[in-house]
């Protein structure tokens, strides 16, 4: 059939899924596994080191979507800076009108399947979830600095004395440029915010925005999220079960899945290349290339309405606080294991109504002591109001004397 010099036509992808679930306590968002046979690999993450950094990296085909640096990237305690190269425009490999209605996820991740037919070839999952339009940083999803300068990226946070937080995706980053946006599109999806946006997981907590560029500004101005499909890459991680056996595990996030329970063809590393540094200078020195993103009053006070990763990793370590749990740990029924500022963020992520009293509280706790003036900082990060300001003056008054550095805080922030 194939004659002399001819060569075969080149397999076409196929995604077949392996395991579906809904959104359980277990379970923080609803997905699919699915297994990408014979993939293109144009959307491929690349990693490597330059100037004695090292880079993880998002390309598609030759364009840099999204780059995370650290001075030795895999060092969980390590922090981890971020600037995204805006490689990405409209193109027809990313448009799907199956992400612009509110359809079942088992029919949207069908709707998905040519994009991913573009990933190399392996397992990944797919995740029904919710993200916030900003970097996590206080700065839009849209305006995340790409020149010289770098904003700390949302990857691996860290709490200290080596405990560090989870991986699963709250942030994005747009890989679209700004000048792309049409307002008129913008728009149309304020009035009718429907359907879901397309996102790739990197680390920690942020992804890349592929597709709802224009959905994800319109929820930024309605303060909504973004629903979205999240594609996290799979791979084998070593753990121990429940009975205490090392098992090899299938790893996406935080997704766990027994190896020994599915029939897997390929391999379960992690789908990343490694280059060397000339390669990866190259793959950096196309990022100024899409134009230099400037940050504006507009985007930051948008960005303002979200919580900050610090929030985001406070709620993730000590859970949600009810108004019967809050009882509890002010009447010593719960034992507080972690430090005062942490159950603070929480609260104010929560937006609690009885936050003044939890705040109170731990301020009078002499375990706490030595976080008195990181709380009240922490309330100093609100927006003002009459009972905020009002609760301020009388902390300050109680603690002026012991404390004359929270009386200045105090008085700059009223």
């Known amino acids: 059939m194939f004659g002399k010099g001819k060569k075969r036509p080149a397999k076409q992808p196929s995604v077949i899924v392996k395991d579906r679930w809904e959104k359980t306590e277990e379970k923080e968002a609803a997905g699919v596994l699915v297994e990408v046979i014979n993939g293109k690999g144009c959307l491929r993450e690349v990693y490597g080191e330059t100037d004695n950094k090292t880079y993880l990296t998002l390309l598609f085909y030759d364009r840099t979507l999204l780059a995370l640096q650290g001075d030795e990237y895999f060092c969980p305690t390590c922090e981890k800076m971020l600037k995204s190269g805006y490689g990405m425009e409209q193109t027809q490999e990313f ?20 994009i991913l037919g573009l990933l190399k070839s392996g397992y990944y999952v797919v995740v029904d979830t919710e993200l916030y339009p900003m970097d996590g940083q206080g700065n839009l999803f849209c305006e995340v600095p790409n020149a010289e300068e770098y904003v700390e990226g949302t990857c691996i946070y860290y709490y200290g004395n080596g405990k560090w937080g989870g991986n699963t995706p709250y942030f994005m980053v747009a890989t679209e440029p700004k000048m792309k946006l049409q307002q008129g599109r913008i728009e149309e999806y304020k009035e009718n915010l429907q359907g879901r946006a397309l996102a790739y997981y990197m680390d920690g907590y942020m992804t890349a925005l592929l597709d709802g560029h224009h959905k994800a500004m319109a929820a930024a101005y309605l303060h909504k999220k973004v629903p979205a499909l999240v594609i996290l890459p799979a791979y084998q991680v070593l753990e121990r079960d429940e009975n205490g056996d090392i098992v090899e595990m299938i790893a996406a996030g935080e997704f766990r ?21 000339e390669a990866m200078k190259q793959i950096l020195d ?17 960005a303002g309405y979200y919580p900050t990763v610090e929030a985001i990793a406070a709620y993730d370590l000590v859970g949600e606080i009810t108004d ?8 010593g029924k ?9 159950y603070v963020r929480a609260l104010i992520l929560q937006k609690h109504a009885s936050l003044f009293e939890a705040v109170s509280f731990f301020l009078e706790q002499e375990a706490f002591r030595g976080e008195r003036y990181a709380i009240i900082k922490e309330l100093t990060k609100l927006p003002k109001s009459d009972v905020l300001v009002d609760f301020l003056i009388q902390v300050m008054v109680e603690y002026e004397d012991a404390y004359p550095e929270m009386k200045d805080l105090i008085l700059d922030y009223v």
């Open 95 to 114: 448009w799907q009108n199956k992400l612009n209605d509110d359809v079942p996820l088992t029919e949207a991740v069908a709707g998905i399947k040519p």
């Open 257 to 277: 899945w027994n190896c020994a329970l599915h029939t897997l063809q390929y391999s379960l590393k992690r789908p990343r290349e490694n280059v060397g540094a």
């Open 286 to 302: 196309t990022i100024p290339k899409y134009g230099t993103i400037e940050v504006c009053e507009e985007g930051k006070k948008l």
């Open 324 to 331: 019967k749990r809050l009882q509890d740990m002010m009447s």
């Open 334 to 342: 719960e034992v507080l294991e972690e430090k005062a500022i942490y």
